[in-house]
């Protein structure tokens, strides 16, 4: 099975509202990202939490991690039409050459004008 | 910098033919990474390299799969023979060896591959 999988696998909320996704995991991992892709192109990333690290802001993106459950959250505060994504975690675990990353399956959302 | 650049864009091939993906990562990022997305099966790691040399390539699906780094600057992910079930969109991405944000992955813009 995946290593980072999300949940929900979809979500639909009005502009303004807060969205939470949430990313289960099952082994140890060096740091946790997220990533953001609108529909027909590349990821882009978002936001890197360590594995020594509980929480992290970046404007309106607030991240957690608890490793003692396996899973991060992500959450869009006041959200906006142009928030409208697929959202990907992906653990990275590194080793003597490098990391190396796994991503979820992702979460589809859409923020409604 | 122009980012990861990826040809073709869009590629449609009959099943039977060669296929051959190319990408140019950042310079001086000294790690890249091969990605299959679909539908079905999401965004699947097929091969990385780090400092030209593949690392791991258990994700390859078949034999029919191949990647090379000949230099810094330039990989392939070539298919022979290719297959309807190839059809995805491949990604790939580079990551920074040095500086503050070498754990991020910088993605191309993908190829839309289409095997009739």
């Known amino acids: 099975s995946q290593q980072g999988e999300e949940d929900p696998q979809a979500l639909s909320i009005q502009e303004g509202e807060n969205a939470t996704m949430n990313c289960s995991y099952k082994t140890s991992i060096n740091n946790l990202q997220w990533y953001r892709q609108n529909s027909g192109r590349g990821l882009v990333h978002l936001i890197l939490i360590r594995s020594n690290e509980r929480e992290k802001h970046s404007g309106r993106l607030r991240v957690t991690l608890d490793t003692s459950k396996k899973s991060s959250s992500l959450l869009i505060t006041a959200s906006r039409a142009a928030d409208t994504a697929s959202y990907f975690c992906?653990?990275?675990?590194?080793?003597?050459?490098?990391?190396?990353?796994?991503f979820g399956p992702g979460t589809r959302l859409s923020v409604l004008p | 910098d122009a980012g990861v650049i990826q040809s073709p864009r869009h590629e449609v091939t009959e099943m039977g033919q060669e296929v051959t993906l190319r990408c140019k990562p950042i310079s001086g990022h000294n790690s890249l990474f091969w990605y299959r997305q679909t539908m079905m099966r999401g965004l699947e790691l097929l091969i990385y390299?780090?400092?030209?040399?593949?690392?791991?390539d258990s994700g390859m699906p078949e034999d029919r799969f191949s990647a090379k780094m000949p230099n810094a600057s330039f990989s392939t992910l070539k298919i022979q023979p290719s297959e309807p079930r190839d059809s995805a969109v491949y990604f790939c991405a580079s990551l920074p060896s040095l500086g503050p944000r070498t754990d991020t992955q910088y993605f191309g813009p993908g190829t839309r591959l289409t095997v009739l």
């Open positions: 390299f780090n400092n030209n040399v593949p690392i791991d």
């Open positions: 992906a653990t990275a675990k590194g080793d003597n050459y490098g990391q190396n990353f796994v």
